[in-house]
């Protein structure tokens, strides 16, 4: 194996061993952590047993492959149950899902059968082959039904919170997504190479690639961590109001609720006086400016029961959560923008004053409300100068 790729290895197998014991003796957000730690735990598993490979010792290479092989098959419950965990949704997680477990333990005991019969135990008996190579290409298909699953968990929790908070917490769903992209990367390309195998045509060049990625997605957490510790503090108390939230947004828009919103007077001219009552507000004391402030935070200030604001706003404004306090954000920006003194401040800090927290946020709410990026719009307000 070339030298760069065995040090990468070496560095990625000491920052594994390092994040698995920081992330799992963490106080916070115990469980996402441990998740996050038993899978990095796997991953420095297979990042040992190259380097014992690469170094001749194939009777190690061979008892940490005894482990490996099952461990590999709660990959993708490890996967889904961290997103579902990272995304707020942590109740009746393990319980209720134990069956996950089970290809895992029945890969375990294949593998001990077949290696009880391998009298020599050597990798080049034949049931042992076959069982490796029927293995390689169902483990990478069973995590990619799980990445598929924890996709859609993602997708819909990046849509949900848009209805509570102004801000999405952009960092915690890029580092999800890095994740689970990263995963998805390793399980196709581990099962192109399992297939290259059966048609003899695999090279070194493969097997050293998919060493790099597995290095790289250590070494990449390891960043994330140290870089941006705030996405693996996920809070219980947030996550709890988002949960109950997300509880009484459904009582709302449930066929009932409606009714029984009906019969307490939260009928067109209450609504009509909720939204005169917030356009006010908005106008006189920008709260958007505040950016991290959320739909119970806005209900507070207004004295207003949170769900019946979140109506309101869908209803009244067509709008979502996100979109509403968006569209104040913007209009401030543009306001300022459009200011002769205010032309030659950066775009960015402008938006950061307007209550935005990042440029990415930034650019797809303004290009989406203007139809233009914020360069565009200043650079066509200074040929108006």
């Not at 990625?12 to 899978?39: C, E, M, P, T």
């Not at 990415?360 to 040929?383: D, H, R, V, W, Y």
């Amino acid at each position: 194996m070339n030298e760069p790729i065995t040090i990468i290895n070496n560095i990625s197998i000491y920052q594994g061993i390092f994040l698995v014991i920081v992330l799992f003796n963490r106080k916070d957000n115990k469980f996402s952590n441990r998740l996050l730690a038993a899978f990095l735990f796997i991953s420095t598993l297979c990042s040992i047993a190259i380097s014992l490979a690469i170094k001749s010792k194939p009777a190690l290479v061979y008892i940490l492959t005894f482990f490996i092989f099952p461990l590999m098959f709660l990959y993708g419950p490890i996967i889904y149950f961290y997103t579902k965990s990272m995304t707020g949704d942590i109740n009746r997680l393990i319980k209720k899902n134990i069956y996950h477990l089970l290809p895992s333990i029945l890969i375990f005991l294949i593998y001990l059968i077949v290696n009880s019969s391998n009298k020599n135990n050597s990798f080049d008996y034949y049931y042992l082959k076959i069982f490796i190579l029927v293995f390689s290409i169902l483990m990478p298909v069973f995590i990619i039904i799980y990445i598929i699953f924890s996709l859609k968990v993602l997708d819909q929790y990046s849509k949900e919170i848009e209805n509570f908070f102004s801000n999405v917490e952009g960092l915690r769903i890029l580092w999800i997504k890095i994740f689970i992209g990263i995963i998805l990367v390793l399980s196709l390309y581990y099962d192109a190479i399992s297939w290259l195998k059966i048609f003899n045509i695999i090279d070194s060049l493969f097997s050293q690639i998919f060493t790099l990625i597995n290095s790289c997605f250590i070494i990449i957490t390891a960043f994330f961590l140290l870089n941006n510790p705030d996405i693996f503090k996920h809070t219980h108390k947030s996550l709890i109001e988002l949960a109950e939230s997300k509880r009484r947004m459904q009582e709302v828009f449930n066929k009932e609720a409606k009714i029984k919103y009906e019969r307490s007077n939260i009928d067109s001219s209450r609504k009509d006086e909720y939204q005169k009552i917030l356009v006010t507000y908005m106008k006189e004391k920008k709260p958007y400016l505040e950016e991290n402030i959320t739909l119970k935070d806005l209900a507070n200030e207004l004295s207003m029961p949170p769900y019946h604001l979140s109506l309101v706003i869908n209803e009244r404004m067509n709008m979502n959560f996100f979109n509403f306090i968006n569209s104040y954000r913007i209009e401030e920006v543009i306001n300022k923008l459009s200011d002769p003194d205010k032309l030659n401040k950066n775009i960015l800090n402008i938006a950061f004053e307007s209550g935005f927290n990042s440029k990415s946020s930034f650019n797809i709410a303004f290009k989406s409300l203007t139809g233009m990026t914020p360069t565009e719009f200043k650079k066509q307000k200074l040929l108006k100068v």
